[in-house]
């Protein structure tokens, strides 16, 4: 039976949809405290399509599959999601393997370079007086290397974020390109799959790992992409427009998850 198909919803709540159908049901897959978009993605793939999925989440492992609404929480150290723990994380076992928690990943970034290597560190030649300075890898460069997929996400699209060379890299995306391009450095042939922006959803060309135009989002056209990049695109010559959230999804999102309404500022 077709699936009805939302039709009045925000960006972050489609891009939380297309996130939540990355996940795999049976995985290991934590849930960030500061990424609300990716956060509520997650949670809504365990409570429709995912119900084995084992979410980890501010050092615990839990299933909320029966829980009615989420309480928010906006930390590592927030103690809310306690209440849900069925097992408890020692940070020693988390720090010796990564893999231990999760299965995927999504990490946010300052600067991001054609070939989807990332910056947390900060804005600026010269590492002692930036002119921005981020929070810093805060444990990405490792995540990213151990778990089996990852995915870029960012809060804005625009050509400050989207970089021809980035100033500093703290997660390794395909390198400098090509597809040996991580196996060159020695790291596992697992590079980001998906950038994703409130324009739009990028891949990564197969032979050369430069990032390619996916699909736009409902109102965003090609070309808005195209001016608010600072690399050229790999552009298809048919470019879908995002697939939409369903009625389902839209109403576990608003009234399952996200009831502080952030999804639909």
Known sequence: MARESARDFTTKELIATFIARQVRDGERVAVGAGLHVPRAGILLAHLLYCPNVRLYMVMTFTNVLKEPRMEPFYTVTDFRPA?????????????????????????????????????????????????????????????AHYVDRYYLYVQSHDRRIFVEKCDFVSTV?????????????????NGPLYCITPLCIMDFEPQTKRMRLQSVHPGVTVDDVVQNTGFELIIPEVVPETEPPTAEELRVLRERIDVEGMLRT
Do not use: C
């Open 83 to 143: 209440k849900w723990a069925e097992a408890y994380v020692l940070h020693d076992d988390f720090q010796e393997n990564p893999r231990l928690v999760s299965n995927m990943f999504v990490v946010g970034a300052l600067q991001i370079d054609p070939y989807g290597n990332s910056n947390l560190i900060g804005v600026g030649k010269d590492y002692r007086r930036l002119t921005f300075r981020g929070p810093g890898a805060v444990g990405t460069t490792s995540m």
């Open 173 to 189: 995306g395909w390198g400098e390109g090509g597809a040996e391009g991580r196996r060159r450095l020695g790291l596992p042939d």
